[in-house]
């Protein structure tokens, strides 16, 4: 029976470590870091389709922040996508990108 239990436990573990990133998350990130330049996430998240939000976000966020750093316009956001806390973030930020995209129907509960 200790066996069933520890099994359980295990396999209960292992999901909860999987799912570390979510949406909710990424639109916590995205109201605190983004919505300054680019508004509600809605408009933003909806602006692509998920194909395209996955590929900006491959690499931690890698090209997403290529283009923030390359661009005059986003120097208020040099300093956060230069820091070790958006590599951190950008799986939960793609999370909530893909998950309102243009061609997913989806709309975000609160800007």
Not at 52 to 78: F, V, Y
Not at 93 to 102: H, I, K, M, N, W
């Amino acid at each position: 029976m200790n066996k069933l239990y520890a099994t359980v436990a295990l396999t209960l573990l292992s999901g909860f470590m999987t799912l570390n990133a979510a949406a909710y998350k990424g639109q916590k990130i995205y109201m605190n870091s983004c919505k300054e330049c680019h508004g509600g996430g809605q408009t933003l998240a909806a602006s692509k389709k998920q194909r395209i939000w996955e590929k900006l976000m491959e690499n931690k966020g890698e090209k997403l922040a290529d283009i923030h750093l390359s661009s005059k316009k986003a120097q208020p956001s040099w300093e956060y996508f230069s820091d070790r806390s958006y590599s951190k973030d950008a799986k939960h930020l793609e999370d909530f990108l893909t998950e309102y995209a243009s061609d997913t129907g989806n709309v975000p509960a609160c800007n």
